[in-house]
């Protein structure tokens, strides 16, 4: 059973970088062929692809999102992260790591974690 954690602050200052890790038990990130994605729910609205990594290491980025985001991992740990740059209160929202066989579908969740932008 693959299970998926994330971790990170919970409140972070208008401006700063959000950085957010997800940490993978269960299967390894780097097993053909997973994608590993980062999705996000903002309050009152839909959920929001930001981006993932994918089996191999080749990255993907929201257009969205202006290049605002850097995914990468860290194999040693079995563990990939988020950093979002110059965040504003919009940025407020659940942020959920998850696996799937492409980057728009998604088979494991990880139970999300709040992450509110305010000063």
């Known amino acids: 059973q693959v299970q998926l954690q994330e971790s990170g602050p919970g409140l972070v200052k208008p401006s700063q970088t959000l950085s957010l890790t997800c940490t993978v038990s269960g299967g390894s990130i780097t097993t053909n062929y997973y994608f590993w994605s980062w999705i996000r729910r903002p309050p009152g609205k839909g959920l929001e692809w930001m981006g993932g990594?994918?089996?191999?290491?080749?990255?993907s980025d929201s257009p969205s999102l202006k290049s605002r985001t850097s995914i990468s991992r860290d194999t040693s740990k079995n563990q990939f992260t988020l950093q979002l740059s110059s965040v504003t209160p919009e940025d407020t929202a659940v942020y959920y790591c998850?696996?799937?066989?492409?980057?728009?579908?998604?088979?494991?969740w990880g139970q999300g974690t709040q992450v509110t932008v305010s000063s």
């Open positions: 998850a696996r799937g066989p492409r980057f728009t579908e998604y088979d494991y």
């Open positions: 990594i994918a089996y191999s290491g080749i990255t």
